[in-house]
């Protein structure tokens, strides 16, 4: 069994095939090419073909929104002379909207817009929701408080909160954040707060506290990691299901408004062109449907990873 | 029965109650003002104040909802601040017709579950296996908005067979009423049925293991009929409860495809009516949405009562 453990380990090289040993490797095949095993298990998750896809697909979608002053001297609220050109002419790569301004500055700086709003609203909603496992898990009358705060948040379809939302704090990111957050945090709370009920009770976790571990270090070295690999893939999952609601928000109006440029305000604008201009809907519809497949690919191979 | 009804009537009731009450405060608690939309530009103090009392926005805010709770126990919602008419019309107006695409969807979301669901356990080749998971993983992740625009651009456009938005009544004219009604329920079915497809075949795979297949098979009955006789009536009682509350994501996702097919329904007035802060419309909506909800969700545990009879006791 000692291949195992070398095998497994990093080295500079390719490693030689454990030859023949017993237990060594999955099969043959396995064993006549050698390969350099990854260790983390997320990363030997992200390293197949599928993570590879769903990582590049979200890169390069990253990569475009932040670097779109780079990418394009259109301002993207600029109104030209030019309505609804078609891709390529009047120096407008992929054409201008229905009030001449130009399409690829749009759609670079929603992809802007929309990451901003994932990348803020899923990071507080998995710390807020984290925040309220850690009371649930302190006292019995906290747990059942916080358990009906859950059930509450639940109990709203997603887009009816919006529009509550909406309704109580007005237009723009804050209110769709808000809503990402409120609908985030039920879900992580509810898997935290299952997890360190489960790992704390565990003979690991019982041990560390007969050793002399106080709380803290019991949580974040022994519960915490332990429970990670859920909220992993759920931090994937959350950004796709973000990314959806920030484009549905903004499509029926209640989200970013216009003059901004966002994915789903594009799309709704271009629904009275859909017949003779479809490429105008084009760009929003492909971004966040790779988006959200990218997102959904990422999640399926950190959950595969995670359970090897 | 009657007991158990009786027994989770309150607690609904409660819900429906604790529900108005949050809806009410809520809106009332925050900045903006809808005398300030409805005055126009630069009012004289005077315009503010008369609107106010004739709204009834200068009694305190107790006896405000105190008034609106027993109007709309009456079946009076009030007045719509900017659209105007009464709040019990335009909701009249629309509940027939998001019903009508809410009933479309979770027929086609039946429909297209119980079919994935069962080939999910009949196709055994691994191909077919990986066909039908994109096609669930497909309808689960893919949002309404882009779906809808695919639809309408392929089978109202590409290929003009179904109109492209609109609503024509089912009930006055069911031939073109199912034209308008197709799309949107397919596209509000799609993420349901992939939830009930899988409950569909989870469900199937534990009836196939149970000893009454055993036996069935020991007595060479068909497959196909253990399946479609024996296994599938077993499989379906979880599919009800699903479906049920299913019943509050279709409600989410009317309001997205509402405004993709310009159909006239629930959604598209709660959008206008969050847009313009009108404050009776926004209530009777949202109330009127977690009244359906709650309804819903004890129908379906009754309807479970009703099966297992276990349930009854507790």
Request: proline share 7%; glycine share 10%.
């Amino acid at each position: 069994m000692a291949t195992d453990v070398l095998s497994a380990a990093p080295s500079p090289g390719p490693v030689p095939a454990p030859a023949h040993a017993p237990g060594a490797g999955p099969g043959p095949a396995a064993a006549a090419k050698p390969r350099r095993r990854i260790r983390n298990r997320y990363l030997r998750g992200l390293m197949t073909p599928r993570g590879i896809i769903g990582l590049a697909l979200v890169g390069v979608l990253l990569g475009a929104g932040l670097a779109a002053p780079l990418l394009t001297s259109h301002d993207p609220n600029f109104q030209s002379a030019d309505a609804l050109v078609g891709p390529g002419s009047a120096g407008h790569l992929y054409g201008t909207d229905e009030i001449g301004r130009d399409l690829l500055s749009r759609l670079l700086y929603s992809i802007r817009t929309d990451l901003m709003v994932v990348l803020i609203a899923v990071p507080l909603g998995l710390l807020i929701g984290g925040a309220l496992a850690l009371v649930a898990v302190t006292h019995r009358v906290a747990d059942v408080a916080v358990q009906r705060l859950f059930d509450l948040l639940l109990s709203f379809p997603s887009l009816i909160l919006g529009l509550t939302v909406t309704a109580i704090a007005g237009f723009g990111a804050g209110s769709i954040v808000t809503v990402i957050v409120l609908i985030e945090i039920p879900s992580f709370g509810r898997m935290l707060r299952g997890a360190i009920l489960v790992h704390r009770d565990r003979e690991y976790a019982v041990a560390a506290r007969i050793g002399g571990a106080g709380p803290l270090r019991l949580l974040t070295r022994h519960v915490l990691p332990n429970a990670a690999d859920p909220v992993v893939v759920q931090v994937a999952v959350a950004m796709s299901v973000a990314v959806i609601l920030e484009g549905a928000m903004s499509f029926i109006g209640i989200g970013i408004r216009p003059p901004d440029a966002s994915l789903g305000g594009m799309l709704s604008a271009s629904r009275p062109y859909l017949e003779d201009h479809p490429f105008y809907a084009l760009g929003p519809l492909v971004v966040i449907t790779a988006l959200v497949v990218g997102l959904n690919l990422i999640a399926e191979a950190l959950n595969r990873g995670a359970r090897r | 029965m009657t007991g158990y009804l009786l027994r989770r009537l309150p607690s609904a009731l409660g819900v429906l109650l604790l529900a108005s009450f949050a809806i009410f405060f809520i809106l009332r608690a925050v900045p903006g003002d809808p005398v300030a939309t409805l005055a126009g530009s630069d009012p004289s103090p005077e315009t503010v104040a008369a609107i106010r009392a004739d709204l009834g926005l200068d009694r305190p805010v107790l006896a405000q909802y105190g008034t609106w709770l027993a109007d709309v126990l009456r079946g009076d919602l009030g007045r719509s601040y900017v659209i105007g008419g009464e709040v019990s019309e335009l909701l009249s107006q629309r509940i027939g017709k998001s019903v009508e695409l809410t009933i479309g969807a979770l027929v086609f979301s039946l429909a297209i579950g119980l079919v994935l669901g069962v080939l999910g356990v009949t196709v055994k080749n691994r191909a077919g296996q990986a066909v039908l998971s994109a096609i669930n993983a497909i309808s689960l992740i893919v949002p309404a908005y882009v779906s809808g625009f695919l639809l309408v651009f392929l089978f109202a456009i590409t290929w003009p067979v179904l109109p492209p938005g609109g609503h024509v009544s089912v009930l006055s004219d069911p031939q073109i009423g199912f034209q308008y009604l197709l799309m949107p329920a397919l596209v509000m079915a799609l993420p349901p049925a992939a939830i009930v497809a899988r409950y569909v075949k989870d469900g199937l795979l534990q009836a196939l293991g149970e000893d009454y297949t055993r036996t069935a098979k020991s007595l060479g009955i068909p497959h196909r009929r253990i399946l479609w006789r024996h296994a599938l009536p077993n499989a379906l009682p979880p599919v009800l409860t699903v479906l049920g509350m299913l019943v509050g994501t279709l409600l989410g996702s009317a309001v997205i495809i509402e405004a993709v097919f310009a159909w006239p329904g629930l959604g598209t007035l709660a959008e206008q009516a969050v847009t313009r802060r009108d404050y009776p419309v926004i209530q009777a909506v949202l109330l009127f949405m977690v009244a359906v909800f709650v309804i819903v969700q004890l129908l379906t545990d009754l309807a479970y009562a009703l099966i297992d009879p276990r349930v009854r006791l507790r």
